[in-house]
């Protein structure tokens, strides 16, 4: 029996709701900045063009705005002390998890664990990446401020839980297509004798097996695969969405 679209809709604001207040019970912003404010360490800055800073970004910060190095650019020492900072000079450029990902795969990772600390040429990698955009905004900008920066930490924060969400949504769309998929099969009484069980059971037991003997499997890439003695004979991509506006583009992209 297929679930009411208002139920379906209504588990989906409530994931929104659920992971907007998580974050902002998390304060992993706020911890970001922390650590880099009262960093203590000493940071050499006369290599500072090997960091991509900019020269008159770096006028700019010091002499005319009077702000600590540390609170704008990025040093891989710091990142090497305190992982979780990256946040915090993430934000500012306004650059998402997934785009900081092409520059370094581990940082994700980093921001989420204190204990995972990165190698200072990754570290090194991704404080000129960050650094590039840094300054970038800064002089294309007429009156750039600490300030700024910070809300756009903020800004950038929203873009990452829009695409947690969107990835949801999909995981969502996964399960439910999966279920249907099963209670088809089980309805018309498809499925080998112990292979009709609970849709919910599919995480741990990906495959069923027909009574003629063709395998579903349940999977990633594809999501759906039937295959017998070996032989490929269907897939099924799935794709999920909230916008009726975009269902074109994602029966297209399936």
Known sequence: MQDDPKDYARDLHRIRSLLIARSLQERRDLEAERLVAEFSGKLDWSGRHDLLVDEAAWRYVIEKQRLEARLVFCHPDLLVRHPKASLYYR????????????????????????????????????????????????????????????????????????????????????????????????????????????????PSSKTRILRDGTEVVFGSDPDISFRRQGALLAIVEIKGGTDPAGALERYGAA
């Open 91 to 202: 934000g500012i450029c306004g650059l998402s998890i997934k785009a900081a990902r092409t520059y370094c795969k581990a940082v994700q990772t980093w921001e989420e664990s204190e204990s995972a600390a990165p190698d200072r040429e990754r570290a090194l990698d991704l404080a000129r990446a960050y650094n590039a955009l840094i300054c970038s905004i800064i002089n294309v900008s007429t009156a750039w401020t600490l300030e700024n920066g910070r809300r756009t930490i903020l800004a950038t924060l929203g873009i990452t839980l829009d695409g947690v969400m969107r990835n949801k949504v999909g995981s969502i769309a996964e399960a439910r297509v999966r279920e249907m998929v099963v209670e088809w099969l089980a309805a018309r009484d498809l499925l080998r004798p112990n292979e009709d069980r609970p849709a919910g059971d599919i």
